[in-house]
């Protein structure tokens, strides 16, 4: 059975939309790290609203009693998120939290508030702080854009990079399929439901073979929609050293708002294929400041990375990755 400390039982029943519960909306990530900084503020840990009933939440942490009775609510649910998380670890789905120490550091130092307060997982949960390059683009990448993404991926494999992706169609898959085809491992960040995802024999199999994680900031049972798609676009380029875009469509689409947003916070050095074919929109990140990838590309990949991403002083220098 899933055993959470008192800490992050508390962080689960606050943001977690169960079933059965209730119709009480789950705290967002923002509305989490509000409440977590009244906690800090009153010198309270998560677990201490375990033992509260409304009043004492709403005088202790200076709250409208309106909030303080949702808190209370959402923190009622112990039996149902007892029941959810074992149904979860029967289909081997894991559960953490920001208080737990698996929690990806990366997404702790690089996003701080905008870091999901409550992540659900499958696979091997070490792949998580392996860092190696995100490989993103579009769903309807072209053919060449595809063998781009594939041969690079296992290029990934044969120097030891792990490939981050979104696990969607397109080049996601193309990547982080290649990647486990040739040895190598793969993180998916997935904005469509991870009980789907774990259906497909070949995801199951990487995943039993310690090859492959998927995680989700979302409910196992969520669809995908393009909203929770662009919030998780940041925790791809969050997660690696290094990130790759493949193709991109021009001002528009997920892989555009997603690498903009990383140039703009600086998540990650970010590298954007460079060719007399690409797309447009290609074009139009590395004038917003993406580093040229040739395709073709040859020679050493992860040297490559580390010498065109140490030529960038302006970048993300951290973790050590450079030293």
Known sequence: MILLNPDSESIALL?????????????????????????AGAGLSPACLLDYPAGELAEKLG??????ERLARLLERRQQLAAELERLERLGIW??????????????????????????????MALLEAGGLAIVGSRNV??????????????????????????????????????????????????????????????RQAVTEGTMALVTPYHPRAPFSAGNAMARNKLIYALADYALVVASDMG?????????????????????????????????????GGISFPDPFEGNLAEFLRRAAAARPELPQQLGLFA
């Open 142 to 203: 072209d053919e060449a854009g595809w063998e781009f993404a594939q041969e690079i991926a296992r290029r990934c494999a044969c120097c030891g990079l792990t490939v981050v992706s979104g696990g969607a169609r397109g080049v996601d898959s193309a990547a982080m399929s290649a990647a486990v085809e040739a040895g190598g491992t793969a993180v998916g960040v997935l904005a469509h439901a991870l009980e789907s995802a774990l259906r497909e024999s070949a995801v």
């Open 95 to 124: 559960l953490l939290t920001l208080a737990d120490e698996g929690y990806p550091a990366r997404w702790r130092e690089r996003l701080g508030p905008g870091a999901p307060p409550v992540l659900f997982g499958t696979g091997e």
């Open 63 to 68: 709250m409208p009693a309106r909030e303080a």
């Open 15 to 39: 943001c977690i939309q169960l079933p059965k519960a209730g119709d009480e909306s789950p705290l967002g990530p923002k509305e989490w790290h509000v409440l977590a900084e009244r906690l």
């Open 252 to 288: 528009k689409g997920g892989t555009w708002s997603g690498a903009s947003e990383a140039l703009r916070k600086r998540l990650v050095p970010l590298f954007v294929r460079d060719g007399p074919d690409v797309p447009v929109g290609n074009r139009g990140l590395l004038a917003q």
